[in-house]
């Protein structure tokens, strides 16, 4: 997708120099800054400081952070630490383990001098697949968006929470890229971006690439849905996911669930785009999904830019006051119209995923 008209992925190799390009995504929407990551260290830290997120995109960089380590040191069992340590830098996206596990398993038995080769294509693979499941889901989601129109005949308004855009896959995003899609047919759409407080991934990321590539979008704040959907005028809602399990049951960033109910009482629709890699086929019961507490200064604290244009960061709480900072929730089954796929959309329930994805 574009930046100031200028085609990016969000994450790229450097062959040359051996390091891993990305996007620091901390620093949008006010600074577009290229961050390198050289060590395996510094593909652990741009994921626990959310230089990078994104379930996908956490995935992919864990996948490049195998790659990282190995330049860095290409002994086994430095390996298997970073592997260790990969995985539990964040806890719930599933995708990370995802990645791990399946570079890993190719990993396995590989000859010393051959397993940088079979990583770094490994790595590649992993990227170009989730581009390619993207534009998938976003072909499989603008028949639901076309269906729409076509009763409508005016502008859909879409709902969506969180970034779950190009940022935060390689390109396209999952929620994202049905909306793309259909602003590419020319048919009219905007979008509702849920601010998504406490770190704002809605305005600060989401509202910002649909600005970049022209998308109609509007902020809310994340209280503000409800009346929407009471006075019509959303039309549906897409979300992403970090991780859904076999039982269609979604955990999302904090603040789906309630939107999810409140388009259930407005009898609006409510999808979730998702490719296979963050399917959990392995947990049955959602109390088991491990939810990421963040650090309380995320909600404490703001940042922004100052009269000059520097970016400030500001106390907004009383100081004495504690705050608790979930970073995410689960959105039962029964909330959730259909969830989109790269193979296309079905029922959020074990059968209907079972069968989709040959289980
Ligand atoms: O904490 P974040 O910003 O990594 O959370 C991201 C989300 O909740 C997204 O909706 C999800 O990862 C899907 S991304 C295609």
Same mark, same amino acid.
């Given at each position: 997708?574009? %930046?100031?008209? &200028? *085609?990016?992925?969000? #994450?790229?190799?450097? $062959?040359?120099?051996?390091?891993? @390009? /990305?996007?620091?995504?901390?620093?949008?929407?006010?600074?577009?800054?290229?961050?390198?990551?050289?060590?395996?260290?510094?593909?652990?830290?741009?994921?626990?400081?959310?230089?990078?997120?994104?379930?996908?995109?956490?995935?992919?960089?864990?996948?490049?952070?195998?790659?990282?380590?190995?330049?860095?040191?290409?002994?086994?069992?430095?390996?298997?630490?970073?592997?260790?340590?990969?995985?539990?830098?964040?806890?719930?996206?599933?995708?990370?383990?995802?990645?791990?596990?399946?570079?890993?398993?190719?990993?396995?038995?590989?000859?010393?001098?051959?397993?940088?080769? %079979?990583?770094? &294509? *490994?790595?590649?693979? #992993?990227?170009?697949? $989730?581009?390619?499941?993207?534009? @998938? /889901?976003?072909?499989?989601?603008?028949?639901?968006?076309?269906?729409?129109?076509?009763?409508?005949?005016?502008?859909?308004?879409?709902?969506?929470?969180?970034?779950?855009?190009?940022?935060?896959?390689?390109?396209?995003?999952?929620?994202?890229?049905?909306?793309?899609?259909?602003?590419?047919?020319?048919?009219?759409?905007?979008?509702?971006?849920?601010?998504?407080?406490?770190?704002?991934?809605?305005?600060?990321?989401?509202?910002?690439?649909?600005?970049?590539?022209?998308?109609?979008?509007?902020?809310?704040?994340?209280?503000?849905?409800?009346?929407?959907?009471?006075?019509?005028?959303?039309?549906?809602?897409?979300?992403?996911?970090?991780?859904?399990?076999?039982?269609?049951?979604?955990?999302?960033?904090?603040?789906?669930?309630?939107?999810?109910?409140?388009?259930?009482?407005?009898?609006?629709?409510?999808?979730?785009?998702?490719?296979?890699?963050?399917?959990?086929?392995?947990?049955?019961?959602?109390?088991?999904?491990?939810?990421?507490?963040?650090?309380?200064?995320?909600?404490?604290?703001?940042?922004?830019?100052?009269?000059?244009?520097?970016?400030?960061?500001?106390?907004?709480?009383?100081?004495?006051?504690?705050?608790?900072?979930?970073?995410?929730?689960?959105?039962?089954?029964?909330?959730?119209?259909?969830?989109?796929?790269?193979?296309?959309?079905?029922?959020?329930?074990?059968?209907?995923?079972?069968?989709?994805?040959?289980?």
């Amino acid at each position: 997708m574009k %930046i100031k008209g &200028k *085609e990016y992925r969000t #994450i790229w190799f450097d $062959d040359k120099n051996s390091i891993v @390009n /990305i996007i620091d995504q901390t620093k949008l929407p006010h600074k577009f800054i290229i961050k390198k990551l050289k060590t395996i260290n510094d593909a652990i830290n741009a994921i626990k400081t959310m230089e990078v997120r994104g379930a996908p995109l956490i995935g992919a960089t864990a996948a490049y952070g195998i790659v990282l380590s190995i330049v860095e040191n290409n002994d086994q069992s430095f390996l298997k630490k970073s592997s260790e340590d990969l995985i539990n830098s964040r806890p719930t996206a599933i995708n990370l383990k995802w990645a791990v596990d399946r570079m890993m398993k190719k990993l396995s038995g590989v000859n010393s001098d051959k397993i940088l080769n %079979i990583a770094l &294509k *490994e790595a590649s693979d #992993i990227c170009e697949e $989730d581009i390619k499941f993207c534009e @998938n /889901i976003g072909l499989n989601g603008l028949k639901l968006i076309e269906e729409i129109y076509k009763k409508k005949k005016d502008t859909v308004n879409i709902l969506t929470h969180c970034n779950a855009g190009w940022l935060a896959t390689i390109n396209w995003g999952t929620a994202t890229s049905p909306i793309y899609h259909a602003h590419k047919k020319n048919i009219p759409v905007h979008v509702w971006v849920d601010e998504t407080r406490p770190r704002n991934q809605g305005a600060n990321l989401t509202s910002y690439e649909l600005n970049e590539e022209n998308v109609p979008n509007t902020i809310i704040a994340d209280n503000t849905g409800g009346i929407l959907m009471q006075r019509g005028e959303v039309d549906m809602c897409i979300v992403g996911t970090d991780r859904t399990l076999s039982t269609g049951d979604v955990c999302n960033k904090i603040g789906t669930y309630l939107k999810a109910l409140a388009a259930k009482d407005n009898n609006i629709p409510f999808y979730v785009a998702l490719p296979s890699s963050t399917i959990d086929w392995d947990i049955s019961d959602f109390k088991e999904i491990p939810i990421e507490e963040r650090n309380s200064e995320e909600l404490s604290h703001i940042e922004g830019l100052d009269e000059n244009g520097n970016v400030k960061k500001v106390q907004v709480y009383p100081i004495k006051s504690k705050s608790m900072n979930l970073a995410f929730d689960v959105t039962p089954a029964k909330y959730v119209t259909a969830l989109i796929t790269e193979k296309g959309t079905c029922e959020a329930s074990k059968e209907s995923l079972k069968k989709l994805f040959n289980k």
